[in-house]
């Protein structure tokens, strides 16, 4: 691989076309559809090769973020133990939910930020909703599903699907860095616009989202959280 195909990312550690290829691969294991994740099986190497030959398509960027974001919770569900093949099954529920020395070692291994709360293990729930490193924000999601008055469906679509359509104006999760890193993550527009009330007593969203603004620019979003 030469000097043009490799990349840093924000620490500063260098990667590769392969290495970057072999992350966003591994994030489509959460994608429950078999044809969708056969897509975007497809996009990802049609964007590797684009990098590849130093003409890459704006109009790929808002897929890529989510199969970005894919990637990250594959990656967070690796270090707490988690098979991602279930991660987003509709027969799979948390290992949280269940008892033995398995969820002892997922909690020593790990982030504090990926710590199970009381909640998490009280209720009933899918795993994929354990990975974002975001306690009270897991925990407001959890309540809301637990109450009936959120869809988890509905949010694992909006910002986790892959889709044939344009996915500009759509709510998206951003990761810039360590997934397990609450720092390296940031929410656009459209999703504290939809998604606001799971950020509640979870400053730590719109803080890492600000920071990521600032650096770029950009005005802070002003949300009460």
């Known amino acids: 691989m030469t000097k043009q195909h490799e990349a840093t990312n924000r620490e500063g550690t260098t990667l590769t076309g392969e290495s970057i290829l072999a992350t966003l691969l591994a994030g489509c294991e959460l994608i ?6 056969a897509l975007a099986r497809i ?6 090769e684009d990098y590849s030959l130093h003409a890459p398509r704006p109009k ?3 897929t890529l973020v ?3 974001v894919l990637a990250a919770l594959a990656h967070n569900a690796s270090c707490m133990g988690f098979p991602p093949e ?3 099954r509709a027969d799979y529920i948390s290992p949280y939910n269940s008892y033995g020395p398995l969820i002892l070692t997922q909690s020593r291994i790990a982030s504090p930020a990926l710590q199970p709360t009381p909640v998490q293990r009280t209720v009933l729930h899918y795993p994929w909703i354990d990975l974002f490193p975001f ?3 897991r925990d407001n999601v959890l309540l809301g599903v ?7 469906d509905n949010l694992c679509a909006d910002i986790l699907e892959v889709k044939d359509e344009d996915l500009s104006d759509k709510p998206s999760l951003i990761v810039w860095g360590e997934p397990s890193d ?3 993550w940031e929410a656009n527009e459209n999703f504290f616009e939809k998604w606001g009330f799971l950020v509640k007593g979870c400053p730590e969203l719109l803080e890492a989202t600000n920071s990521w603004r600032v650096k770029r620019g950009e005005e802070r979003f002003v949300f009460e959280v």
């Open 60 to 62: 790929a960027l808002h």
């Open 182 to 184: 609450w720092k390296a």
């Open 135 to 137: 306690p009270r924000l």
């Open 32 to 37: 429950r559809c078999p044809r969708r994740q």
């Open 66 to 68: 989510r199969l970005r």
């Open 146 to 152: 637990a109450g009936g008055s959120l869809d988890d």
């Open 86 to 88: 279930g991660l987003c």
């Open 43 to 48: 996009r990802i190497q049609q964007v590797y």
